[in-house]
T-cell receptor, first 112, second 112 residues
Framework: DQQVKQNSPSLSVQEGRISILNCDYT??????FLWYKKYPAEGPTFLIS?????DKNEDGRFTVFLNKSAKHLSLHIVPSQPGDSAVYFC???????????FGTGTRLTVIP | EAQVTQNPRYLITVTGKKLTVTCSQN?????MSWYRQDPGLGLRQIYY???????DKGDVPEGYKVSRKEKRNFPLILESPSPNQTSLYFC???????????FGEGSRLTVL
């Protein structure tokens, strides 16, 4: 049973516009959320995270929003650049756990 | 350069022929883990290790073994590979329990 879900397998956005990637989770014990970015033939790389005590975290062009009541988080990329084209994975964990639960990924294509 | 190194990157083998995928990290991280990535399932944890000689099962440990005799190395052993272990495997390390994993580049394994 998938505890972290990314329902959009792909997303295409024009360069300069905003990209919004969504993620839903089912386990209310999750209190730490992360986004990873993956290019072909490479391992995932950490992008940004958010603790459940916050509802927003920003790092340059990347912002993650967390809505605990809806069990939903989103990653905003603005402005989108062609180099942002990659697969983005959402992940979640709970305090004290040694496992990250990953979504199935969303492939973002930024069109020049 | 901080990195997690996996070998081999690509391997085709036959059912029942024991194989080992090596993983080494140069960041002195305490935690190391193995994940497999399958279409429609995201990344799932196989095994993890909190320190030397301390390992535990993840979500999908069946058919795999691990060992942690040195802090930097965490090999994944398939004693008798089967076709359902055909997958893309990632080794990861992290310091503490932050969830901010550093991933290797992946090992694509095909079992015929």
């Amino acid at each position: 049973d998938q505890q972290v879900k990314q329902n959009s397998p792909s997303l295409s956005v024009q360069e300069g516009r905003i990209s919004i990637l969504n993620c839903d989770y089912t386990n209310s014990m999750f209190d730490y959320f992360l986004w990873y970015k993956k290019y072909p033939a490479e391992g995932p790389t950490f992008l940004i995270s958010i603790s459940s005590i916050k509802d927003k975290n920003e790092d340059g062009r990347f912002t993650v929003f967390l809505n605990k009541s809806a069990k939903h988080l989103s990653l905003h990329i603005v402005p989108s650049q062609p180099g942002d084209s990659a697969v983005y994975f959402c992940a979640a964990s709970s305090t004290g756990a040694n496992n990250l639960f990953f979504g199935t990924g969303t492939r973002l294509t930024v069109i020049p | 350069e901080a990195q997690v190194t996996q070998n081999p990157r690509y391997l085709i083998t036959v059912t029942g022929k024991k194989l080992t995928v090596t993983c080494s990290q140069n960041m002195n991280h305490e935690y190391m883990s193995w994940y497999r990535q399958d279409p429609g399932l995201g990344l799932r944890q196989i095994y993890y290790s909190m320190n030397v000689e301390v390992t535990d099962k993840g979500d999908v440990p069946e058919g795999y073994k691990v060992s942690r005799k040195e802090k930097r190395n965490f090999p994944l052993i398939l004693e008798s590979p089967s076709p359902n272990q055909t997958s893309l495997y990632f080794c990861a390390s992290n310091q503490g329990n932050t969830g901010e994993l550093f991933f290797g580049e992946g090992s694509r394994l095909t079992v015929l």
